[in-house]
């Protein structure tokens, strides 16, 4: 074997990853906790893309589902309560070559930081983001979030909670921009996995609504879903996910649906009960703002420095500066 091949060799053995490659940490989510089923969909979905970990990274806010970049052995970033989204941009914008993903609570996402999500999705910026929706603020043991159901008792609404909950879909699909939006619940995790992947395969910001199980706080939440597949609405189509034979021979319950067409998936965001599950819209034609500013070009030390001092010069007081300007020191 010649040493070429023998490098060659080395190479695909080193760049080929098995699930082990992407795991770290043993995740420290109660049993049955939906954001075990998301981390499972997500090292495999690593794996089988064959994702380079150095090239790859996790970003979240604050909450249970947040805990998220410490269970991949990737690049992460565990950061500031609702600020997941502006860092994933910096990171987008500064390295555009990395894969970036986005774990964010209801809390974190449509709560504290919904100014960011919604700027978010209107700057379409290339990364998947996972919005693990338990309806419940779990870290902090059991507050309401804006998707909780409605009449919801809990620390802050002892009274039971009085709005409506916010449809996090409906919103999205509102906002100029929007190019990728899709709906997955914790417990088909073939359809999770196929969410996920068709997420990560887009072009532009995805928007995965996960319904994710919180056992701890809200045990009872899904039963009835869980019980009766009628009550869950495929979205089937050969331009989104496409239902395997066996998985329709348990969920019935099917609607042919077009992901480009906009007032339909608008229709099916607010629809809550049968629960729809699939991609509802796409659109791989919208500007990533990333192209549209050249982000990552390559800028040197130096010129990143004279910058820098540039902008801090605007702002010194320089000795002797005031007597110039025949002032009184
Ligand atoms: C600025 C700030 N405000 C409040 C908190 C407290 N806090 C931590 S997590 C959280 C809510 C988490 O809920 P969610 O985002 O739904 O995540 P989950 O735990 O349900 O996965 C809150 C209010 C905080 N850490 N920082
Ligand atoms: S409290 Fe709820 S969301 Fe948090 S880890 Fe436990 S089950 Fe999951
Ligand atoms: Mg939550």
Request: a neutral charge; proline letters at 7%.
């Amino acid at each position: 074997m010649t040493i070429a091949t023998t490098n060659c060799l080395l190479r695909m053995y080193d760049e080929h990853h098995e699930i082990e490659d992407y795991q770290s940490g043993v995740p420290r989510w109660c049993t049955g906790c939906g954001d075990n089923a998301i981390l499972a969909a997500v090292q495999r979905l690593c794996r089988d893309e064959n994702l380079r970990p150095e090239k790859t990274v996790f970003v979240s806010g604050i909450g249970c589902s947040s805990r998220f970049p410490h269970y991949m052995k990737t690049y992460g970033f565990h950061g500031i309560h609702g600020r997941a989204l502006p860092v994933a941009e910096g990171i987008k914008m500064a390295r555009p070559d990395l894969n970036v993903f986005v774990n964010t609570g209801d809390g974190d996402c449509c709560s504290i930081g919904a100014a960011h999500w919604i700027h978010a999705i209107r700057y379409n910026m290339n990364m998947t983001v996972m919005l693990h929706d338990n309806q419940i603020y779990g870290l902090t043991k059991m507050q309401a979030s804006p998707t909780s159901p409605q009449g919801l008792k809990s620390n802050t609404t002892p009274r039971g909670s009085y709005l409506e909950p916010l449809q996090p879909l409906t919103v999205t699909l509102g906002v100029q921009n929007v190019s990728f939006v899709a709906q997955a619940v914790d417990w088909i995790p073939e359809v999770l996995y196929d969410i996920i992947s068709a997420a990560f395969h887009h072009r532009g910001l995805s928007f995965v609504r996960i319904i994710q199980r919180c056992p701890e706080w809200l045990p009872k939440l899904y039963e009835p879903w869980l019980q009766d597949p009628q009550k869950i609405l495929l979205l089937n189509h050969e331009q989104g996910i496409q239902v395997s034979a066996n998985l329709a021979k348990v969920y019935k319950n099917l609607e042919s649906h077009d992901p480009s067409n906009l007032n339909r998936a608008r229709e099916i965001s607010s629809v809550v009960d049968p629960i729809p599950v699939g991609i509802l819209y796409r659109n791989p034609d919208v500007p990533c703002y990333e192209d549209l500013r050249h982000a990552g070009q390559p800028r040197s030390r130096n010129f990143i420095k004279a910058g820098l001092e540039a902008e801090f010069d605007k702002f010194t007081v320089w000795p002797g500066a005031a007597e110039k300007r025949g002032q009184a020191v």
